[in-house]
């Protein structure tokens, strides 16, 4: 049932997105920026780990993972450090995708010229 879950809560992410999409002038990154912020102000109230554990990873893999991650990492370590926990927490849940994103980017790069 888990499985079902997953596929239906990205399935409504993605269904926003597109209804969004469709019915507004916002871009593509309008929209990601929004989903990022509403996964950031989830995580705030502290309704996205509820989502997590409800859905599973069909939580952590849409866009508004990303703003969750961004947030719960810096109040986990502004609880430790302090103030300037805030910055250093930011990036330490999501380091690895930002590295990879970058990584394959250059990659694709030399392999892909963009058309003009």
Do not use: E, R, W
């Amino acid at each position: 049932m888990i499985y079902l879950y997953s596929f239906l809560f990205a399935g409504l992410i993605c269904l926003i997105g597109q209804v969004i999409l469709d019915n507004t002038k916002l871009t593509p990154g309008h929209i990601t920026s929004m989903f990022v912020v509403a996964g950031s102000f989830l995580d705030i109230f502290s309704v996205y780990d509820k989502i997590v554990q409800f859905v599973g990873a069909g939580a952590l893999v849409p866009i508004t993972s990303f703003g969750h991650l961004l947030t719960h990492g810096a109040m986990m370590k502004a609880n430790d450090v302090g103030f300037i926990g805030i910055a250093m927490g930011m990036f330490d849940f999501t380091a690895s995708g930002i590295t990879s994103a970058i990584f394959f980017a250059f990659i694709f790069s030399l392999f892909f010229k963009p058309k003009d």
